[in-house]
């Protein structure tokens, strides 16, 4: 398969989430808010991230309130 056309690699950690370094979090949020839906992978990414020793940048926590704002609305969806 030519290199410029290949399926980007995911990481896996052993929990099943994508490892940051692959896809920020930043990243996640805005897929999210583009798509109006939430997986459970998501839902676990987003759990480790807030549950992590190192403190979440203001940008981040703005994004995770917005997303918690537009679950609560019915404006995102969860699916599986």
């Keep these: 398969m ?3 056309h ?3 690699r995911r ?3 052993a ?10 979090l930043a990243t996640v949020i805005d ?6 839906q939430i997986t459970v992978t998501d839902r676990n990414y987003l ?5 992590q020793t190192t403190p979440l940048g203001m940008t981040d926590r ?5 997303l918690f704002q537009r679950l609560q ?3 995102v969806r969860v699916i599986n």
Excluded at 62 to 66: L, P, S
């Design 47 to 51: 759990l480790l991230m807030t549950l």
């Design 31 to 36: 897929r999210i808010f583009t798509t109006g």
């Design 62 to 66: 703005v994004k995770i309130d917005r």
């Design 73 to 75: 609305q019915g404006l």
């Design 2 to 4: 030519d290199s410029t």
């Design 6 to 8: 290949a399926t980007p």
């Design 15 to 24: 929990s099943g989430v994508q490892s940051s370094a692959q896809q920020p």
């Design 11 to 13: 990481t896996v950690t």
